[in-house]
């Protein structure tokens, strides 16, 4: 089976509301969750990041927790704005640990 | 910027032709991965060198063909190429293997007509 999966293909918020995307992974001994975001036509940008010895991180509006129990990671934007109006990739790494899997990305649209 | 440069950003060529798209990685890294995003769908692992020297394959197609030279450029080579063949091809690049902290060029679009 896959060994991380997205399974919100489509998120729509209001201006100024929180957005969660979650991603459940296979492998147990997986230890480094990335996120990406990628605008149309543009590159995968590595927005936050969380390694499995911690649970929760921030950076200013987005967070990452962890719940390595239930193997599963989620994305927290807090007062989104348009300009969060973008795909999201969560990944975590292949058997072997030497590239990434990605999920299949959930496009977020924020209305303004 | 993410420091990692890929060209050329665009390319159209034919059923059956060969191209070869160049990866320049981040100063300091000496991992380069390949990734293969076609329209509406998500990243694809194709291959992944490491200081020179081949150390992870994907679902890298027998057409298909990559190196890692000395100066720690990559190129990604496609031969044969199949309409299906039509993507945006990425590149990444970090400093130690595990795409830790890895950071992705700008990509070139490859239409097969």
């Known amino acids: 089976g896959e060994n991380v999966e997205q399974h919100l293909s489509t998120l729509s918020v209001q201006e100024g509301d929180s957005a969660v995307i979650k991603c459940t992974y296979s492998?147990?001994?997986?230890?480094?969750f990335p996120w990406y975001k990628q605008e149309l036509g543009k590159r995968p940008q590595l927005i936050i990041d969380i390694r499995s010895n911690v649970g929760e991180k921030k950076d200013q509006r987005i967070a990452v927790t962890l719940n390595k129990t239930a193997k599963h990671f989620s994305l927290h934007i807090t007062e989104t704005q348009p300009e969060d109006s973008a795909v999201y990739f969560c990944?975590?790494?292949?058997?072997?640990?030497?590239?990434?899997?990605f999920g299949s990305g959930t496009r977020l649209q924020v209305q303004p | 910027d993410s420091g990692v440069t890929q060209t050329p950003k665009h390319l159209i060529t034919a059923t059956g032709q060969r191209v070869t798209l160049r990866c320049s990685p981040r100063s300091g890294d000496l991992s380069v991965y390949w990734y293969q995003q076609s329209l509406d769908q998500g990243l694809q692992f194709l291959i992944q060198y490491y200081n020179g020297e081949e150390r992870a394959k994907g679902n890298i197609l027998e057409r298909f063909s990559a190196q890692q030279f000395p100066d720690l450029h990559s190129e990604l080579n496609l031969s044969s190429l199949e309409l299906g063949d039509s993507a945006l091809y990425f590149c990444a690049s970090s400093v130690v293997e595990g795409m830790i902290e890895a950071f992705f060029g700008q990509g070139t679009r490859l239409t097969v007509v």
């Open positions: 492998d147990s001994a997986s230890n480094y």
């Open positions: 990944a975590a790494p292949l058997p072997g640990r030497r590239a990434l899997t």
